[in-house]
C-alpha cells in the first residue's frame, strides 16, 4: 500500500475530540472543565470526553501552537484558562473547509442524477 504524504503547510485532519476541543475555543476562553462540558452540549451529549483526552490533546494542542495557556485570575482553584491562538483558528477553518468539502463530496455520490431509478436494477 502507497502512503500519501501531505506536502502542503496546511494542517491535516484532526480528530473528533481536537475538533471539539477547538470549537469550543473558538468561542471563548475556557478552563479544562468548562471545555469538558461544553464538548458535551454541542455534541449533544454524544460525546463524553474523559480529563485523561482532554488533558493529552490539551498538551498536543499547545505545543503545536494552536491554544496557549492564559493567566487564570481564580487563584484558589488554581484552573487553567486556554485560549485559540491565531494559528489554531486558520487550523479549524482548514479543518471545517475540509470536512465542508468532504460532505459535498458523499452528498453528489448519494444523490442520484436526474432520470436514474432510486431501486436496484434486477427487482
Known amino acids: ?24 475555543l473558538a468561542e471563548e476562553p475556557r478552563h479544562g472543565y468548562a471545555i ?13 470526553m474523559s480529563t485523561g483526552t482532554l488533558y493529552g490533546a490539551l498538551h498536543r494542542l499547545l505545543a503545536d501552537g494552536w491554544i496557549e495557556r492564559l493567566a487564570s485570575e ?8 486556554y485560549r485559540l491562538t491565531s494559528n489554531g483558528a486558520e487550523a479549524l477553518a482548514a479543518e ?11 452528498d453528489a455520490r ?12 434486477d427487482a
Do not use: H
Not at 502507497?2 to 469550543?24: A, F, M
Not at 481564580?74 to 484558562?81: A, E, G, L
Not at 448519494?110 to 436514474?116: N, Q, W
Open 74 to 81: 481564580d487563584t484558589v482553584r488554581d484552573k487553567q484558562f
Open 110 to 121: 448519494l444523490t442520484p442524477p436526474i432520470g436514474l431509478r432510486t431501486e436496484p436494477a
Open 1 to 24: 500500500m502507497r502512503q500519501v504524504v501531505n506536502c502542503t503547510k496546511e494542517p491535516g485532519p484532526v480528530s473528533e475530540s481536537v475538533l471539539l476541543i477547538l470549537i469550543s
Open 36 to 48: 469538558l462540558r461544553d464538548v458535551e452540549r454541542i455534541s449533544n451529549s454524544r460525546v463524553k
Open 96 to 106: 471545517v473547509a475540509r470536512i465542508k468539502s468532504l460532505a459535498k463530496l458523499a
